[in-house]
């Protein structure tokens, strides 16, 4: 019997010959995809890149699911919704990463914007209160007159607090809201009374829970306490651009939808050791122990297949319609209609997908 042949000893010859053909067979995709045509270049617009929110596009550029698929994307962190609202309007990027209310929101004003693959299916906020500020909190009314820190005006952790504010019984005009972008700034005026209560996203508010700070009066961090609060499923972050692009460029979003979706199936089982390997160190904000416990924690709230559910999608409407100053349209059915495609996300290759 020949089963256990004595192995030859590597040598540094042999070594070099292993790696090299095994960077050759790695590299051999991405240089097909290069002989085969030039990488087209588009530019993805978001708020901040270290945020929870845009990690499937983090880990499509690490991974190299975009230039896989022939793309070359740039990631241009803009810091806020809003200027995310106006680099579309200018033409300074091609797509934007915001939630899909961002979406709804454009289109009750005319914008003829479309979504086209879903990142996340729950808004991941919470809200709380400062246990200093609140020894003893028993009702959502003591709110009345306070200062409520929130991510941006139209974002989803202000959406939180006015949905939480009106089963009270509160308009948005009985208390003062405080815009606070950034993670650090919001820690900071939450925790030198700046303001009472905070809105806001992980990895800042477990940081507030875990050392006793904030008293949770909200949690849509999760696709159940997402349905708790606003009565329905309530997506969040999502690909989307005016529809004209979406329709002229199709080949472009598909394959950006493409690298998208195989990067929310590697999220789906992706151990802590590679996100640790995948993220960039600077994401972590200087917390990487935070940082890791947060992500686990949220896991659920990303979308499987980049699909958005037509139920999550007229929940959001219904939100928005409730909220003080919007009110009932007339054409809302054409607007709901027109403001998502799910024909990008259906045609995704088997090979991307969630296991089943």
Known sequence: ??????????????????????????????????????????????????????????????????????????LLGLGTN????????????????????????????????????????APMVAMGVSTQEFPVFEHVS???????????????????????????????????WVELPSPGPALAAFRSGGVQALSHTDPAMTQLEQRGELRLLADARTVRGAADVFDGPLPS???????????????????LTNAVVRALRWLQTAELSDIVATVPPSHALGDRALYLATFFRVR????????????????????VQGLEGVGPKPDIAALM????????????????????
């Open 300 to 319: 659920g709230a990303y979308s499987t297949d980049g699909l958005l559910a037509d139920e999550a999608v007229r929940n959001v409407w219904r939100v």
């Open 337 to 356: 209609a027109a403001s998502y495609t799910n024909a990008l996300a259906a045609r995704v290759p088997a090979r991307n997908r969630p296991a089943a």
């Open 82 to 121: 809003a200027a995310t609202t106006q680099a579309l309007d200018s033409r300074r990027v091609d797509v934007v990463s915001a939630p899909y209310l961002q979406v709804v929101m454009q289109r009750l004003r005319g914008m003829p914007w479309q979504a086209f693959v879903l990142t996340g299916r």
């Open 142 to 176: 003591q709110l009345r007159g306070r200062r409520i820190g929130v991510a941006g005006q139209a974002s989803l952790s202000r959406l939180l607090a006015q949905a939480l504010l009106a089963k009270a019984g509160l308009s948005s005009a009985e208390v003062s």
């Open 1 to 74: 019997m020949d089963a256990f042949k004595p192995v030859p000893p590597i040598t540094r010859r042999r070594w070099l010959l292993r790696v090299g053909a095994a960077s050759a067979g790695l590299a051999a995709p991405f240089m097909a995809v290069a002989r085969g045509r030039e990488r087209e270049r588009v530019t993805i617009g978001l708020g901040r890149e270290e945020s929870l929110y845009h990690l499937p596009l983090t880990v499509a550029r690490q991974l190299g699911y975009f230039a896989s698929e022939g793309l070359e994307v740039r």
């Open 237 to 255: 972050t999502c690909l989307f651009a005016p529809q004209g692009y979406v329709e002229a460029r199709t080949a472009v979003c598909q394959r």
